[in-house]
T-cell receptor, first 112, second 115 residues
């Protein structure tokens, strides 16, 4: 079946602009995760959704970051007023059982 | 809190030679352990996992890892590497009690296969 998909694959934006990154999880997977991969910080966990429950936002790096998940499926990660330090690859993963996470190809964000 | 240490950022190996990628973890509770592989310009793929039972786990492409609780290690090994194994390898842990904290990853080890 189809894996986790993310769009766009690449995004170049100017400093100060808002961006939206989308994740389509594997059909039927109840859990969804966002991670950030950057040269300096490695792989960082950002946020986790379980079904329609409210997420734990404590991993988000600043209040400019927000995420939502509609209907327990598609998720959007929004970064407001982007900064150069936001440049990274943003990875989404989904799982049916939380310990087996399947990752999407990522969105490479470049803030100029 | 959990942490994962991958001491080697790069490991160069000749083709058909054996390789070991080291992973140590720190946790106040029992953990699940994983190795993920990331090929160039691709996403992360689960290579193998330890949840419980036999401490030696194997993947379909010849890799194996052994959970050593006393040494808090989960080293990855392959007896004979191929050019196609060139990739970034990440060790990760998770809390068996729930997924709210996601996976905690090491910094990764870049496996470079030399012909």
């Amino acid at each position: 079946g189809a894996g986790v998909s993310q769009s766009p694959s690449n995004k170049v934006t100017e400093k100060g602009k808002d961006v939206e990154l989308r994740c389509d999880p594997i059909s039927g997977h109840t859990a969804l995760y966002w991670y950030r991969q950057s040269l300096g910080q490695g792989l960082e966990f950002l946020i986790y959704f379980q079904g329609n429950s409210a997420p734990d936002k404590s991993g988000l790096p600043s209040d400019r970051f927000s995420a939502e998940r509609t209907g327990g499926s598609v998720s959007t990660l929004t970064i407001q007023r982007t900064q150069q330090e936001d440049s990274a690859v943003y990875l989404c993963a989904s799982s049916l059982r939380f310990h087996e996470q399947y990752f999407g190809p990522g969105t490479r964000l470049t803030v100029t | 809190a959990q942490s994962v240490t991958q001491l080697d950022s790069q490991v160069p190996v000749f083709e058909e030679a054996p390789v070991e990628l080291r992973c140590n973890y720190s946790s106040s509770v029992s953990v699940y352990l994983f190795w993920y592989v990331q090929y160039p310009n691709q996403g992360l793929q689960l290579l193998l996992k330890y949840l419980s039972g036999s401490t030696l786990v194997e993947s379909i492409n010849g890799f194996e890892a052994e959970f050593n609780k006393s040494q808090t290690s989960f080293h990855l090994r392959k007896p004979s590497v191929h050019i196609s194994d060139t990739a970034e390898y990440f060790c990760a842990v998770s809390d068996p009690r729930g997924g709210a904290d996601g996976l905690t990853f090491g910094k990764g080890t870049h496996l470079i296969i030399q012909p």
